[in-house]
C-alpha cells in the first residue's frame, strides 16, 4: 500500500564505507527525487530524474551517484562515507514537474557514520 | 537571498484554538506553486496543501487553510481547532515555474516547530 517506499531505513557505517539507499514509488508518477536533511532539519534537493533522465545534480559531491533503472525506482549510491554525510536522505516523486504536482516523500533514510 | 522564510522557528498553540504558521517567499516568476508539509517526530513528510499563483481563491483542505496574499508575498498556513497529533515541525516550500532545470526543484523554508499544549 506504501506510495514511496526507502529501504532501508536506518543505516549505521563507518566512514570510508560504501553504502545504497533504495527507492520505490507505485504512484505511478514518472519523476523522482533525493533530498538530503541536515541535522537543523533543512531540506535540500540533491537528484531529479524525470522518465529515468537526470534532470537535476545539484552541487553533491560525485561520491553520490544515483541510478534510475525505471521509472518506479530511484536508487542512491555513496562511495567512501565522510561523517558530513550523516542526515537523513529523503526519497520523493510527483508527476512531471508542473508547478501544481506536490512531491510525495518516502519516510527518509537516516544514515550516521562512526 | 532565501526563497522561502518562515521567521518563526518554534510556535506554541492551545489545543482547540487556531494557529497561523508564516511564510514569505521570493521569486520573480508569474507561475509558481506553494505548498506545506508536515514532519511529525516520526520523521515522515506529509503534503498538506497546495496553491497557486494564479488561483484567486484561497486553497482549503480540512482544518488547514492557506492564507495567500500574492503582493505581500505571503503563504500563511493556518490550522484551525489545533489537535495534539498537529505537533510537528511545518514547512513551506515553493516550485517555480522555471528553476534553472525547469520547475522540478522544490525550495524549502527552514521549518517551524508548532507544539499544541493540552
Known amino acids: 500500500d506504501t506510495a514511496v517506499s526507502q529501504t532501508p531505513k536506518y543505516l549505521v557505517t563507518q566512514m570510508g564505507n560504501d553504502k545504497s539507499i533504495k527507492c520505490e514509488q507505485n504512484?505511478?508518477?514518472?519523476?523522482m527525487y533525493w533530498y538530503k536533511q541536515d541535522s537543523k532539519k533543512f531540506l535540500k534537493i540533491m537528484f531529479s530524474?524525470?522518465?529515468?533522465?537526470?534532470?537535476i545534480n545539484e552541487t553533491v559531491p560525485n561520491r553520490f551517484s544515483p541510478k534510475s533503472p525505471d521509472k518506479a525506482h530511484l536508487n542512491l549510491h555513496i562511495n567512501s562515507l565522510e561523517l558530513g554525510d550523516s542526515a537523513v536522505y529523503f526519497c520523493?516523486?510527483?508527476?512531471?514537474?508542473?508547478?501544481?504536482?506536490?512531491?510525495?516523500f518516502g519516510d527518509g533514510t537516516r544514515l550516521s557514520i562512526l | 537571498a532565501q526563497k522561502i522564510t518562515q521567521t518563526q522557528p518554534g510556535m506554541f498553540v492551545q489545543e482547540k484554538e487556531a494557529v497561523t504558521l508564516d511564510c514569505t517567499y521570493d521569486?520573480?516568476?508569474?507561475?509558481?506553486?506553494l505548498f506545506w508539509y508536515k514532519q511529525p517526530s516520526s520523521g515522515e513528510m506529509i503534503f498538506l496543501i497546495y496553491?497557486?499563483?494564479?488561483?484567486?481563491q484561497n486553497a482549503t483542505e480540512g482544518r488547514y487553510s492557506l492564507n495567500f496574499q500574492k503582493a505581500r508575498k505571503s503563504a500563511n498556513l493556518v490550522i484551525s481547532a489545533s489537535q495534539l497529533g498537529d505537533s510537528a515541525m511545518y514547512f513551506c516550500?515553493?516550485?517555480?515555474?522555471?528553476?534553472?532545470?525547469?520547475?522540478?526543484?522544490?525550495?524549502f523554508g527552514k521549518g517551524t516547530k508548532l507544539s499544541v499544549i493540552p
Open positions: 520523493a516523486s510527483s508527476q512531471g514537474g508542473g508547478i501544481s504536482q506536490p512531491q510525495h
Open positions: 504512484l505511478g508518477h514518472d519523476t
Open positions: 530524474y524525470n522518465n529515468k533522465e537526470l534532470i
Open positions: 521569486t520573480s516568476d508569474q507561475s509558481y506553486g
Open positions: 496553491q497557486g499563483s494564479y488561483d484567486e
Open positions: 516550500a515553493m516550485r517555480e515555474e522555471w528553476s534553472g532545470a525547469g520547475s522540478y526543484q522544490l525550495t
